[in-house]
C-alpha cells in the first residue's frame, strides 16, 4: 500500500483513489455528489468485508483541489446504518444568521436615504437571496455509518444516486447481520470422562445460635398459688415413770 500523501489527485473517480489494506476486497464502490451546485466535487465510499471507507476531497476556492481525507470504520465497529433525507443543521444555522444580516443592513441604509438606501437594499436582498439557498440545500440525502463508541461517516447524496444509498446501506447491515451470525458462542468445556472427579467438601456454613428462651416471672395477680403445707404434729409429752424401789440392805441382825 502506497502511503505517500501526495498521491490521490488523480483524474480517476474518488472511490478508486482509496487504498485498501493488504488482503482486503472491494465489495462496493461509488461516488456520490454531496452538492447540488458543486457537481464536479465528489465523495468516494468504498466497503469491503471489514471496513466502510469514504473519501473527501479538499478544495481551495471550490475549484482547486489541495487534498482529501479519509474515514474508515471497521465493520466489527458499526453499531448504526441511516439512510434517507436528513437536515443539515449547519446550513440552516447559516441561513438564519444571513436572513439576519440582510435585515440589519436594510435597516442601517433606509436611513441614510439617497444612494445607500439603494446599495443597502441590493445588499440585503443578496444576503436574503443567499439566506433562501442555504435553507433549500438544508434538506438532503444522506448515508451515514455509526460507530459504537463514538464518530460517525456520513455521506451526503445527490437524487439521481438514491439506489446507490439503498445499495450501500444493504451492503452495509449485511455484513453486520452476518458478523452478529458469525460471532462463536461460548460453551462451558465438560469434564473429560476418563478423570476422576473428587467430590469437593461440602462448605461449612455456620449455624447461628438461637438465643434461650427467656422465662418471666408471672404477676403476682394471676400466680397460682401453692397449697400451704400440714403442720407438723406436736410431740407427745413424756409419760412419768414409777419410781423402783431398791431392796433393803441386809439386815445385821440375823435372828
Not at 433562501?132 to 455521506?155: C, D, M, Y
Not at 452478529?180 to 467430590?199: E, G, L
Amino acid at each position: 500500500m502506497n502511503t505517500d500523501p501526495r498521491v490521490g489527485y488523480s483524474r480517476a473517480r474518488e472511490h478508486e483513489n482509496i487504498q485498501l489494506l493488504p488482503g482486503e476486497t472491494r465489495l462496493m464502490g461509488a461516488d456520490f455528489t454531496p452538492s447540488p451546485l458543486l457537481r464536479h466535487i465528489k465523495t468516494g465510499l468504498v466497503i469491503t468485508r471489514d471496513r466502510v471507507i469514504a473519501r473527501y476531497p479538499q478544495y481551495m476556492f471550490f475549484i482547486i483541489k489541495v487534498g482529501y481525507a479519509e474515514s474508515s470504520i471497521p465493520i466489527q465497529q458499526v453499531c448504526e446504518v441511516t439512510t434517507g433525507r436528513l437536515l443539515s443543521q449547519r446550513r440552516v444555522r447559516a441561513a438564519l444568521f444571513s436572513a439576519i444580516g440582510a435585515l440589519f443592513v436594510l435597516m442601517s441604509t433606509a436611513s441614510l436615504g439617497g444612494p445607500f438606501a439603494i446599495i443597502g437594499f441590493l445588499v440585503a436582498l443578496a444576503f436574503l437571496a443567499f439566506a433562501g439557498l442555504l435553507a433549500w440545500l438544508a434538506r438532503g440525502l444522506a448515508l451515514t455509518v455509526g460507530h459504537s463508541g463514538s464518530g460517525e461517516i456520513r455521506v451526503d447524496v445527490d437524487g439521481l444516486e438514491f439506489d446507490a444509498m439503498l445499495q450501500a446501506g444493504r451492503l452495509i447491515q449485511q455484513l453486520v447481520l452476518d458478523r452478529d451470525t458469525a460471532m462463536p458462542v461460548p460453551q462451558t468445556p465438560s469434564p473429560s470422562p476418563f478423570v476422576s472427579q473428587t467430590p469437593s467438601p461440602a462448605p461449612f456454613v455456620s449455624q447461628p445460635s438461637s438465643p434461650a428462651p427467656y422465662v418471666g416471672e408471672a404477676p403476682s395477680a394471676w400466680r397460682p398459688t401453692a397449697p400451704a403445707p400440714a403442720p407438723a404434729p406436736a410431740p407427745a409429752p413424756p409419760q412419768p415413770q414409777a419410781p423402783q424401789s431398791s431392796p433393803p440392805p441386809p439386815s445385821i441382825w440375823r435372828s
